[in-house]
């Protein structure tokens, strides 16, 4: 084979890699809230979180893997449960736990060791006391879901990659593990502008906590050097993906469908994907972008007390301040620990 027909082999091959990829994370964004809204889960937009989340790696995850994720899901959420059980009596010492608990997982995140476990456990320590504040129901409700969720995501991302195959040695060279080069500050600076935000919905109890908390979670986990517009793109991804969650929760409830709501949320994973595969400075942000869109849909079909679409946007821009307030708290924090 001649070295001209070679590359075209290869930029083929790299082509099709790129468009799978793309393809699974936009249907497994679409199944994943399309079931778990079916399912008629108090939390519908978890299962499409974590299947994206697993197909970010590009590369297939074995059934072990798959595995170990649903029990390392299972036991985070069981130790989020035990520590809210102890000291939801004693919101002080809550508050004290959950910091150090939050501090030592983004250090994790910063170190780029053990990343997988740490976003778990930011998740499960981060929203299941909160919510058992307000109510031990709500919070087990979240509880199960993640639990149930993370075996549906599990199952998508089998399903995403069998049916949207592409070269692993392909896909494997794009991915590349991101250490921070002041991963203590970094940390402490993230666990300020998100405890910030846990005490208050500690303090204010509001519909719109979990998606919040979990927004801001995933703006935090982003690297914090990626050039100057960081900030200013990821504010921009979160609000086109609330404009896009609002544009689609009007077309949903116009349309009350499962087929129809798996058709819209697969438009907005295909746009969102496409953009997130291109790689480069602005993928965090159309990564947020794809989050936002898909937890900010999912609070509008969510069976918890509903209102009427006033109030949906209402909500949307409650999550859209919130998400603009932790990257600025963590920008502001950043550049005083100089991280950045």
Request: charged content about 10%; proline content about 5%.
């Amino acid at each position: 084979m001649s070295a001209k027909a070679n590359t075209a082999q290869q930029e083929t091959e790299r082509l099709h890699a790129s468009h799978a990829l793309v393809f699974r994370i936009a249907f497994a964004a679409a199944g994943g809230l399309t079931l778990g809204e079916t399912l008629g889960w108090d939390f519908p937009f978890l299962p499409a979180m974590l299947a994206v989340q697993l197909l970010a790696t590009r590369t297939p995850i074995s059934v072990k893997q798959g595995i170990g994720f649903v029990a390392l899901m299972a036991v985070a959420c069981a130790f989020a449960t035990l520590i809210a059980q102890l000291f939801v009596d004693s919101p002080l010492v809550l508050v004290l736990a959950i910091s150090l608990l939050v501090f030592l997982e983004f250090l994790l995140i910063a170190r780029g060791q053990a990343v997988p476990i740490a976003n778990i456990f930011l998740i499960t320590t981060a929203v299941v006391p909160l919510l058992a504040i307000e109510s031990p129901d709500l919070a087990y409700g979240f509880v199960y879901t993640l639990i149930a969720g993370s075996v549906l995501a599990v199952l998508l991302a089998f399903a995403a990659h069998a049916i949207f195959p592409s070269t692993p040695e392909i896909e494997q060279d794009k991915v590349a593990q991101h250490q921070e080069t002041a991963p203590a500050a970094l940390a402490l600076a993230n666990t300020v502008a998100l405890m910030s935000l846990v005490i208050y919905f500690m303090l204010t109890l509001s519909p719109v906590t979990v998606v919040v908390v979990l927004t801001v979670i995933g703006i935090l986990r982003q690297p914090a050097q990626l050039g100057s517009g960081t900030a200013t793109g990821l504010v921009l991804g979160n609000l086109i993906g609330g404009l896009g969650a609002t544009i689609a929760y009007s077309l949903v409830v116009l349309l009350s469908s499962p087929a129809f709501l798996f058709l819209v949320t697969l438009l907005g994973g295909l746009l969102f994907a496409r953009q997130i595969e291109k790689g480069g400075d602005l993928a965090p942000a159309y990564t947020i972008g794809l989050m936002t869109f898909l937890l900010v849909l999912g609070l509008g079909l969510s069976p918890l007390p509903q209102d009427s679409g006033a109030i949906f946007i209402a909500r949307v821009f409650d999550v859209m301040v919130g998400a603009i307030y932790a990257i600025a708290m963590a920008n502001l924090l950043r550049s005083a620990f100089r991280v950045t």
